[in-house]
């Protein structure tokens, strides 16, 4: 998916949980799986930090597991604390949406097997018609319509 659908998704799922400071970080939090990636939203801004993963994992690898995820999500709610409960539901979400393309995600790294369920193209209709469902869902969730 688009680093745009993404960071709506995250945001919106981290509305839902804690708020405008949630929905911050669930968009952070969708967009952080990919920062290993030269291209991607969080890679162009963060390359200091993409650049030194990727000389450790490779893109769609460790970071869009199911073991990082669920440790995140684990963190968040022993941590007792929305934002991060937020942030880690951003993280999942982002992998949710790769699963909606062909090359899929290792769920069971460090298994190389991918998992994907629908074989959508990044960028393609499919793509943006999630990204305004999502942008619907969010105006309707602040404007309370």
Do not use: E, K, Q, Y
């Amino acid at each position: 998916m688009m680093g745009i659908t993404h960071a709506a998704t995250g945001a919106l799922i981290g509305l839902a949980i804690g708020g405008p400071l949630g929905a911050a970080t669930g968009a952070l939090g969708a967009l952080l799986p990919d920062v290993d990636h030269p291209r991607s939203m969080a890679g162009r801004r963060a390359w200091l930090v993409g650049g030194a993963l990727r000389l450790v994992v490779s893109h769609r690898g460790a970071l869009h597991s199911g073991l990082v995820a669920g440790l995140l999500v684990l963190g968040a709610l022993v941590a007792d604390h929305p934002t991060l409960l937020a942030g880690s539901a951003g993280w999942v979400s982002h992998i949710a949406l790769d699963m909606l393309n062909r090359a899929g995600v290792p769920l069971l790294w460090p298994s190389r097997r991918r998992f994907w369920v629908l074989p959508f193209r990044t960028g393609g209709i499919v793509d943006r018609l999630i990204l305004l469902g999502v942008l619907v869902a969010l105006v309707r969730l602040v404007v309370g319509i």
